[in-house]
């Protein structure tokens, strides 16, 4: 069974639109990450949340808002939607202690492309 | 500037040869850790092997190992043994603990090398 869900696969938006989207883990992790993947561009630390509540903040955008309903779903909200914002957004979790950090686990990515 | 950079873009070798894959990394922090990944065709980002800073030992998983040169702040990725199933672009990532104190778990990522075994 899939341990990191990330809902939907493949996602198709008009610009000025709105788009949620869904991430949970099966790990029983404390923190939870997510992360984008422009064309030819590496991984980009987007936020990190531990315990439901937000450790780091990377991105420079109010547009990008990430959700956390439960404690191992961290959803992403996008408003306004730019044509810039296409790319894969990776979902991660991770068991986080305060001056370490664990391998993280990669959910399967959400590729959004905004027309 | 880029803090974690894979000079290699591409890398080929036969099946059953061994592997070296190079990254280098800056960082002021003393205590850091670095990760190496592997990225499938079907999306998934696969954890392969962790070297934390305040580490000696030759860190090793499988037919994975690394070898870590601190003073030059460089970590490379060994696969031996190479089988069809390893191509796949691999990523090195550093963690570093924040200036805060706090928790960011924040990984900063090169920008992959794409690996080809040849049958």
């Known amino acids: 069974d899939p341990k990191i869900i990330q809902k939907p696969k493949y996602l198709v938006a008009v610009t000025g639109s709105e788009k949620i989207l869904i991430c949970e883990q099966y790990l029983g992790h404390n923190a939870m990450y997510w992360y984008r993947q422009s064309a030819k561009k590496p991984l980009e630390f987007m936020f990190s949340?531990?315990?439901?509540?937000?450790?780091d903040n990377q991105t420079a955008s109010s547009r990008f808002q990430p959700q956390s309903s439960k404690k191992n779903h961290l959803d992403l909200q996008i408003t306004a939607l730019k044509p810039d914002d296409s790319a894969t957004y990776f979902c991660?979790?991770?068991?986080?202690?305060?001056?370490?950090?664990?391998?993280?686990?990669f959910g399967p990515g959400t590729r959004l492309t905004v027309l | 500037a880029q803090k974690v950079i894979q000079v290699w873009s591409t890398a080929s070798r036969q099946e059953g040869e061994e592997l070296t894959l190079d990254c280098s990394y800056e960082t002021s922090q003393v205590l850091y850790h670095l990760f190496w990944y592997k990225h499938l065709l079907s999306g998934e980002m696969v954890f392969l092997i962790r070297?934390?800073?305040?580490?000696?030992a030759k860190e090793r998983s499988g037919r994975y190992s690394v070898v870590f040169q601190k003073s030059l702040k460089s970590i490379s990725l060994v696969i031996s043994a190479l089988q069809p199933d390893d191509s796949g672009k691999y990523f090195c990532a550093l963690w570093e603990l924040p200036n805060t104190g706090g928790l960011s778990g924040k990984l900063t990522f090169g920008e992959g090398t794409q690996v080809t075994v040849i049958s």
């Open positions: 949340y531990s315990y439901q509540k937000l450790m």
């Open positions: 070297q934390m800073s305040s580490s000696t």
């Open positions: 991660a979790s991770s068991q986080e202690i305060l001056g370490s950090s664990y391998e993280q686990y």
